[in-house]
């Protein structure tokens, strides 16, 4: 069965500071990998995805993303970040019938 | 704004009441997800329809049942209502279904956060 785990409850950093957020796969073939923000009271919002080609993935909001298939990581990355990152981040793999299946979730804190 | 509408946004009630949630998807997309965001258990996929016919299900409690309509619009029907069932309800669309038309990505509505007192 396909499964993501995301390790971390909370990520903190310093704004200005990289981050990255961590997520591990487990799946049988190839993964379709996906990443979701969620603000207080919103819904989850669409950052990037990783179907095929090339490892490092770049979505909205200056995010990235670094598929790893040796280590099955799929680590959400910004270079710098902002206190308007601090949001509740999933990631996600595609089941059957393409449904999304969704790890426990990591709330990033930016510190100003 | 993603395109997708649910209804209500909040809705308050009591133990044992029936309530349905709404949502409309994006205009175009066939497939509907259903997903029960509550606190100790994160996102949890619960029924999934794509042009009105249910195409899988997930962790859904024999209470809640779902329909999507000639429309395409679904609602989502909880029963019996339990304190438990609070949480926030989310529908997502996508053109998937059948065929693997789309790349991959749900799009969500803001929510439907019911409270059940």
């Known amino acids: 069965a396909q499964s993501v785990a995301q390790p971390e409850d909370q990520v903190n950093v310093a704004e200005g500071n990289p981050l990255t957020v961590k997520c591990t796969y487990s799946v049988s073939g190839n993964p379709y990998l996906f990443w979701y923000v969620q603000y207080p009271n919103r819904g989850l919002q669409f950052l990037l995805k990783?179907?095929?080609?090339?490892?490092l993935v770049k979505g909205s909001y200056g995010f990235e993303a670094e598929f790893n298939k040796s280590q099955t990581s799929f680590h959400l990355k910004k270079p710098s970040a902002l206190v308007s990152d601090s949001a509740l981040y999933f990631c996600a793999v595609r089941g059957s019938s393409y449904k999304l299946i969704f790890g426990s979730g990591t709330r990033l804190l930016v510190r100003p | 704004d993603s395109g997708v509408t649910q209804t209500p946004k909040h809705l308050i009630t009591a133990t044992g009441q029936r309530v349905t949630l709404r949502c409309s998807p994006r205009s175009g997309d066939l497939s509907v997800y259903w997903y029960q965001q509550s606190l100790d258990q994160g996102l949890q996929f619960l029924i999934h329809y794509y042009n009105g016919e249910e195409r899988a299900k997930g962790n859904i409690l024999e209470r809640f049942s779902a329909q999507q309509f000639p429309d395409l619009h679904s609602e989502l029907n909880l029963s019996s209502l339990e304190l438990g069932d609070s949480a926030l309800y989310f529908c997502?669309?996508?053109?998937?279904?059948?065929?693997?038309?789309?790349?991959?990505?749900?799009?969500f509505g803001e929510g439907s956060r019911l409270t059940v007192l």
């Open positions: 990783y179907i095929t080609g090339d490892n």
């Open positions: 997502a669309s996508s053109p998937h279904g059948r065929g693997g038309r789309g790349t991959g990505e749900l799009f």
